[in-house]
């Protein structure tokens, strides 16, 4: 437990207030997008933060982690940066791997606003996405697993609130256990023309998430895994070395 706290402790240290530009290769084989944007901030928390800026904190931190073992990647998106869907998944041609990154919410029969922020304890946990109608649906399965294991290492727990059967949800698990849905008609998901997937890292108008969501051992974590993940991913031969 110890060697754990040290490792996140000095990972912590390591992730250095800045956007990961400096480590971002123009033929990056892996490409973060950071969801939503100033603008367009997604979901609102329950402490009032808005998603687009948790996105931005979780690329940050998977940035740093992934230069740690000179993996090379790109970002959708500086972290002030306007951009529509479509133009999120235009390059992906020939790319290994699209990771779209998110923070989630739940649907608003569920939602109450004591502070004047939506707030809900519902639903906790991440999730992953995957859409059928992606060119490369099978791969972007093999690397949501790898993904959701090692994120259930880690000891995170899937949130299930997304296969419930009322409207907005019912969502099919593709595999319960590691927290794995197909959503067909997310729009980087079908767009990106190579395999994709779509990660909600924590339920943030849940204040337990939402504080979880906030931690740098939690940021890292998931960094870690996403790192692991793409490791094996490559070794597998699914990304070029
Ligand atoms: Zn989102």
Redesign the pocket.
Known sequence: MCAVQGLLACLCACLLCCWPQDVQSADAAIILDP??SKTQY??MSCSGGQ??AY?NALVEAIGHVFQEKQIRFRTTRGPEQEMDLRERTRGTQGQRLFVSI????AQEIYITYPKGFPCSDHAAGYAIFVSQKNPYYEESLRFARLFGANLRAWGLRPSRHHAEKIPGEHRQALDAELGIYRFDDLVVLKSAQCPAILF?AAVIINPKDDALARSEPYKVIIALSLRNAVQRFAKAGRLRP
């Open positions: 969801g939503h997604g979901t998603e687009y996105n998110h923070h989630d919410s909600e």
